[in-house]
T-cell receptor, first 113, second 113 residues
Framework: EAAVTQSPRSKVAVTGGKVTLSCHQT?????MYWYRQDTGHGLRLIHYSYVADSTEKGDIPDGYKASRPSQENFSLILELASLSQTAVYFC????????????FGSGTRLLVI | GDSVTQTEGQVTVSESKSLIINCTYS????????LFWYVRYPGEGLQLLLK?????QKGSSRGFEATYNKETTSFHLQKASVQESDSAVYYCALGDMGYKLTFGTGTSLLVDP
């Protein structure tokens, strides 16, 4: 079954530390996305990618980097984690068709202390 | 830019009663956007509930319905009789003919048994 798998499911990080969130998809989708969700906000797009070895900035990219080493894998990197980056992070994938359905991972809950 | 508004952050409904979750949207696109409802059950990722790509049409799934109203720019989600298993967070989303979806803040539904 096609799926998007995120790891870890949850993480506690210290301020100033480096955090890497990983995402793996078996959907054979070209597009992959990283969203964050905070209470009172909808999902907000951080970075996305439509092809391996290339990433694009979303609406809130500051403080985040992304890496797409293969079609299946897409990572989100927080080089210097800050308290304001405490949130739930969702990875998703979609086909190369406009307004294609997204397939989401189950989320990573990140707490920065 | 695009925006999606869900006015209710949390809704509590007794089992077997009717439900309506409000969603309005705004877009700068000259084309009519595609509209979606996603649902997130506890411990899971978001999954597509229903999608409507044509203004004036109605989408339905699992007893839920939503009608794309371009005059009022609304896409309210309704169900005639909710069940306890419907307890989840519901997200309205808009696609502006590209690959990015814009999400509302989500409405948490609690169904009282």
């Amino acid at each position: 079954e096609a799926a998007v798998t995120q790891s870890p499911r949850s993480k506690v990080a210290v301020t100033g530390g480096k955090v890497t969130l990983s995402c793996h998809q078996t959907n054979n989708h070209d597009y992959m996305y990283w969203y964050r969700q905070d209470t009172g906000h909808g999902l907000r797009l951080i970075h996305y990618s439509y092809v391996a070895d290339s990433t694009e900035k979303g609406d809130i990219p500051d403080g985040y980097k992304a890496s797409r080493p293969s079609q299946e894998n897409f990572s989100l990197i927080l080089e210097l984690a800050s308290l304001s980056q405490t949130a739930v992070y969702f990875c998703a994938s979609s086909a190369q068709v406009a307004n294609s359905d997204y397939t989401f991972g189950s989320g990573t809950r990140l707490l920065v202390i | 830019g695009d925006s999606v508004t869900q006015t209710e952050g949390q809704v509590t409904v007794s089992e077997s009663k009717s439900l309506i979750i409000n969603c309005t949207y705004s877009t700068t696109s000259i084309a009519y956007p595609n509209l979606f409802w996603y649902v997130r059950y506890p411990g899971e990722g978001l999954q597509l509930l229903l999608k409507v790509i044509t203004a004036g049409q109605k989408g339905s799934s699992r007893g839920f319905e939503a009608t794309y109203n371009k005059e009022t720019t609304s896409f309210h989600l309704q169900k005639a009789s909710v069940q306890e298993s419907d307890s989840a967070v519901y997200y309205c989303a808009l696609g502006d003919m590209g690959y990015k979806l814009t999400f509302g803040t989500g409405t948490s539904l609690l169904v009282d048994p």
